[in-house]
């Protein structure tokens, strides 16, 4: 589907794929889960579920605009985690750092979306994809400089780094921290967290969210035969208070093989029930976190989910890779979304959190020294 000048944002200039009106559109979509003047969703809300998988999906588009029209650049993990993202966003949470530098793409797609790029001189989606991995531009790993982005990111274990520091100095803000499962394979990010509590037991306000996927990077991943009894026992005996994980295998009704499962290629129904589940879970960590406990988010869903090819083979592009390569345009034809649904999603972008993370996240402002 191609949209005519009148009926597309401005934004959007620069997509090439349109999709129709997604399902369920008239029922859920027509007015933003975020209303004006709030900062996030009603967890219960099944419109804000709805609208999140919407952003999801969103994510996943730019994520294959940006990096195919460079050939180059990592699509698959971030792309596996993208609702768990898309729900704290959505629940009023942008103090986001990540200890996995190839997430960046997804990272800078969010950054489009609630306008912290326009800092920078990026309107446009074309702006987005010229400035992909260019001087001056979006480096291919995460960099605390773009405007929005609290730390940079890569290689493995900074991340919770980031987060442990910015609770210690901000009570009563959630700093979330996305934690690969290849990443989880080095033993400095749950020594780190394990030292942290000891010494702080009480500065519970940062959330680990494991994206288990399975891989790592284009390897099985150290922790990709536990089964989830085992990975909650795990994260239980290094001090963890409250283990909230997410399989998308629960809801699975296309019986896809294997543990890890896309939730992309389920039914409606199916769906959007798993976004009302993420949403809650996300929702109850968060709280749990704010609340003095030491708490974790695990999301597991097949690497690549949503994108031009699943597993190992997602994880980065190659040269063939441009947007002319058909599973480059499948991909973003799968997640396609509709002039309406852009302005919507970007609507409930800028809304959440009380506005651009370039204008609300704690680096953003000078800290007066004690």
Same mark, same amino acid.
């Given at each position: 589907?191609?949209?005519?000048?009148?009926?597309?944002?401005?934004?959007?200039?620069?997509?090439?794929?349109?999709?129709?009106?997604?399902?369920?559109?008239?029922?859920?979509?027509?007015?933003?889960?975020?209303?004006?003047?709030?900062?996030?969703?009603?967890?219960?809300?099944?419109?804000?579920?709805?609208?999140?998988? #919407?952003?999801?999906?969103?994510?996943?588009?730019?994520?294959?605009?940006?990096?195919?029209?460079?050939?180059?650049?990592?699509?698959?993990?971030?792309?596996?985690?993208?609702?768990?993202?898309?729900?704290?966003?959505?629940?009023?949470?942008?103090?986001?750092?990540?200890?996995?530098?190839?997430?960046? =793409?997804?990272?800078?797609?969010?950054?489009?979306?609630?306008?912290?790029?326009?800092?920078?001189?990026?309107?446009?989606?074309?702006?987005?994809?010229?400035?992909?991995?260019?001087?001056?531009? #979006?480096?291919?790993?995460?960099?605390?400089?773009?405007?929005?982005?609290?730390?940079?990111?890569?290689?493995?274990?900074?991340?919770?780094?980031?987060?442990?520091?910015?609770?210690?100095?901000? =009570?009563?803000?959630?700093?979330?921290?996305?934690?690969?499962?290849?990443?989880?394979?080095?033993?400095?990010?749950?020594?780190?967290?394990?030292?942290?509590?000891?010494?702080?037991?009480?500065?519970?306000?940062?959330?680990?969210?494991?994206?288990?996927?399975?891989?790592?990077?284009?390897?099985?991943?150290?922790? %990709?035969?536990?089964?989830?009894?085992?990975?909650?026992?795990?994260?239980?005996?290094? $001090?963890?208070?409250?283990?909230? #994980?997410?399989?998308?295998?629960?809801?699975?009704?296309?019986?896809?093989?294997?543990?890890?499962?896309?939730?992309? #290629?389920?039914?409606?129904?199916?769906?959007?029930?798993?976004?009302?589940?993420?949403?809650?879970?996300?929702?109850?960590?968060?709280?749990?976190?704010?609340?003095?406990?030491?708490?974790?988010?695990?999301?597991?869903?097949?690497?690549?989910?949503?994108?031009?090819?699943?597993?190992?083979?997602?994880?980065?592009?190659?040269?063939?890779?441009?947007?002319?390569?058909?599973?480059?345009?499948? $991909?973003?034809?799968?997640?396609?979304? %509709?002039?309406?649904?852009?302005?919507?999603?970007?609507?409930?972008?800028?809304?959440?959190?009380?506005? =651009?993370?370039?204008?609300?996240?704690?680096?953003?402002?000078?800290?007066?020294?004690?």
């Amino acid at each position: 589907m191609t949209a005519t000048s009148a009926s597309m944002p401005a934004f959007c200039e620069g997509i090439q794929y349109f999709g129709q009106q997604p399902q369920g559109f008239d029922q859920y979509g027509k007015t933003p889960a975020i209303a004006p003047g709030s900062k996030a969703v009603d967890s219960t809300d099944p419109a804000a579920a709805y609208q999140t998988l #919407l952003y999801a999906d969103a994510l996943r588009y730019l994520i294959l605009q940006m990096t195919g029209s460079k050939a180059s650049g990592h699509p698959g993990g971030f792309a596996s985690q993208a609702e768990a993202y898309a729900a704290l966003v959505m629940l009023g949470h942008k103090n986001f750092v990540t200890e996995v530098g190839h997430h960046a =793409p997804g990272f800078y797609s969010a950054m489009f979306l609630d306008k912290s790029l326009e800092d920078m001189g990026i309107q446009t989606v074309q702006d987005l994809r010229d400035r992909f991995r260019e001087r001056h531009g #979006l480096l291919g790993h995460l960099s605390g400089q773009i405007p929005g982005l609290l730390a940079p990111a890569g290689p493995l274990g900074q991340g919770q780094h980031f987060a442990m520091a910015g609770a210690f100095l901000h =009570p009563g803000v959630l700093f979330p921290c996305t934690i690969g499962d290849g990443g989880l394979g080095e033993p400095y990010i749950m020594s780190a967290i394990a030292h942290f509590n000891t010494a702080y037991p009480t500065v519970t306000n940062f959330l680990p969210i494991l994206v288990w996927n399975g891989y790592s990077q284009e390897h099985h991943s150290m922790v %990709s035969l536990k089964s989830n009894q085992a990975m909650t026992d795990y994260w239980a005996a290094h $001090g963890f208070a409250e283990v909230v #994980l997410i399989d998308a295998k629960d809801f699975d009704d296309q019986n896809q093989p294997g543990d890890y499962v896309d939730s992309t #290629l389920f039914s409606f129904e199916q769906r959007l029930a798993f976004g009302q589940a993420i949403l809650a879970a996300a929702d109850k960590a968060a709280q749990s976190a704010l609340g003095g406990k030491l708490t974790v988010l695990i999301i597991k869903q097949l690497k690549g989910a949503g994108v031009h090819a699943r597993g190992a083979k997602s994880h980065n592009l190659y040269a063939h890779h441009t947007l002319d390569n058909p599973d480059i345009i499948a $991909g973003m034809q799968s997640c396609a979304l %509709s002039p309406e649904a852009w302005d919507l999603v970007r609507t409930n972008c800028e809304r959440a959190g009380g506005g =651009p993370a370039s204008k609300t996240v704690v680096t953003e402002f000078v800290r007066p020294l004690p």
